[in-house]
C-alpha cells in the first residue's frame, strides 16, 4: 500500500516536447502529483515500466513505432496501470478513442493547447482531475481522496426554487449521472435496455465534441435510439439523450411533454456538464414521476441534486461499490441521503424497468 499524503507518480508517453513538457508543467503544478518521467514512445515506456511502475499513465493515441491504443491493450493484458488517454483526436478519432475505453482507458481527456491562457488553465483543471481519479481506479491502486477544492454550485445554472407538487403521470424519466468509469458502465446500463425503455437523459462527464460519437457508438449497440442532445429535443419512449461536452443538460416540462435544453454557464463542481444541473432541473420538472441514477465517478458531483430528486418524490438507486471503477459519487450521495437504493450495476437495468412498471401502474 502506498502511504497516505505521497504524490501520485505519473509517466507521461508523447512524441511532441511541447506537448510533454506542457504536461509536466500541468501534472508538477499540482500537489498531488509528480511526472515519474516523460517518453517519446510506447517502447520507450515499456523499457521504463521493467525498472519502476507509476501510478498513473498519460498516453499518447498516434506515436511513431507502436500506436497507442496497442500499447494499452498489451499493457492491461500483462500488467494493468490507470490510464488516461490523451489525445487531439476528437470526432474524427472516435473510433479509436471508444476502443481505448473499452481496452482499459479509464478517462479521456484532450491535448492542452497554448491558445490562450484561460484554455490553458482550464485543460490543467480537467487534466489533473483526471489523472487523480485514475489513480483511484480499480484498476491499479486506489489512493485516498484529494483534499477538496472550491467549486461552484448547480444554483449558477439552474436557481434553486420553491417546488410544488408535480402531478403523477404514466411517463416516466430516468435521470442518470457518471463520471470515471462511466463509459463502460452506460454502455452495459443502455445494451441492457428494450426499445420501449423509459426515456433517459445522461451527463456523462466528457471532452467537448467526444459525446456525439458517443452517443453514435451506444446507438449502435442499444435497442433504444440513442444521441446527443439538442436544444428543444423532446423525450420519448425508446430513446436516450447524452449531455453534450462543455453544456448543461435541464429538464422542463410543458403541460404533459418533457424536454430539453441545452445551457452554456460556468462549470459546477468543475464540471460543465454537471450532473447537479440535470439532476436539479429533474427534481424541479418531474418530482416523483423520475428515476435517478448515479453510476462510478470521483467527487461528489450529481450528491446534492439526487437528494433533491428524492426529496421530490423521485426514486433512487447508487452503483454499489464493488461495481464501481471509482466509488465517489454514489459514495457522496448515498452519504447525503440521496440513495435510496445501492445495488450493483448488473442489478440496475432490471431494477430500473421494474421500479418504470411500478411507478406507471
Do not use: W
Request: hydrophobic letters at 45%; glycine letters at 8%.
Amino acid at each position: 500500500m502506498t502511504e497516505p499524503g505521497r504524490k501520485r507518480r505519473v509517466l507521461v508517453v508523447d512524441d511532441s516536447a511541447v506537448v510533454s513538457e506542457a504536461l509536466r508543467s500541468i501534472i508538477s503544478a499540482h500537489p498531488s502529483l509528480e511526472v515519474m518521467a516523460c517518453v517519446n514512445d510506447p517502447l520507450q515506456a515499456a523499457e521504463r515500466l521493467r525498472h519502476e511502475i507509476p501510478d498513473v499513465i498519460i498516453l499518447d493515441v498516434e506515436m511513431p513505432r507502436m500506436d497507442g491504443l496497442i500499447f494499452l491493450r498489451r499493457l492491461m493484458s500483462q500488467h494493468p496501470i490507470p490510464v488516461v488517454m490523451c489525445s487531439s483526436l476528437l470526432a474524427e478519432g472516435s473510433k479509436t478513442l471508444m476502443e481505448a475505453l473499452e481496452a482499459g482507458a479509464v478517462d479521456i481527456v484532450k491535448k492542452p493547447q497554448m491558445a490562450t491562457r484561460q484554455f490553458l488553465e482550464d485543460s490543467a483543471i480537467r487534466i489533473q482531475d483526471a489523472l487523480i481519479a485514475a489513480a483511484r481506479a480499480r484498476v491499479g491502486l486506489r489512493r485516498p481522496p484529494s483534499p477538496p477544492s472550491p467549486r461552484l454550485g448547480a444554483d449558477l445554472v439552474v436557481p434553486a426554487t420553491q417546488r410544488r407538487p408535480v402531478m403523477r403521470t404514466t411517463q416516466r424519466i430516468v435521470a442518470v449521472g457518471a463520471s470515471t468509469g462511466g463509459t463502460e458502465a452506460l454502455r452495459f446500463l443502455l445494451e441492457s435496455m428494450p426499445g420501449y425503455a423509459p426515456p433517459i437523459v445522461i451527463v456523462q462527464h466528457m471532452p467537448e465534441q467526444f459525446t456525439s460519437a458517443f452517443a453514435d457508438r451506444l446507438n449502435g449497440l442499444s435497442a433504444m435510439t440513442v444521441r446527443e442532445a439538442r436544444d428543444g429535443d423532446r423525450l420519448i419512449r425508446g430513446q436516450a439523450l447524452i449531455a453534450p461536452g462543455n453544456r448543461h443538460l435541464v429538464l422542463q416540462r410543458s403541460g404533459a411533454t418533457y424536454f430539453v435544453e441545452v445551457r452554456d454557464g460556468p462549470p459546477v463542481n468543475r464540471h460543465r456538464p454537471s450532473v447537479d444541473v440535470l439532476f436539479r432541473s429533474v427534481a424541479a420538472a418531474a418530482g416523483g414521476n423520475a428515476i435517478g441514477i448515479i453510476l462510478t465517478g470521483m467527487g461528489d458531483d450529481g450528491a446534492r441534486g439526487l437528494r433533491e430528486m428524492r426529496d421530490a418524490g423521485a426514486r433512487t438507486l447508487g452503483q454499489n461499490e464493488a461495481s464501481c471503477v471509482v466509488y465517489g459519487m454514489p459514495k457522496e450521495a448515498k452519504r447525503q441521503g440521496g440513495v435510496e437504493e445501492e445495488v450493483p450495476l448488473a442489478d440496475i437495468p432490471k431494477l430500473l424497468l421494474k421500479l418504470g412498471a411500478e411507478e406507471a401502474a
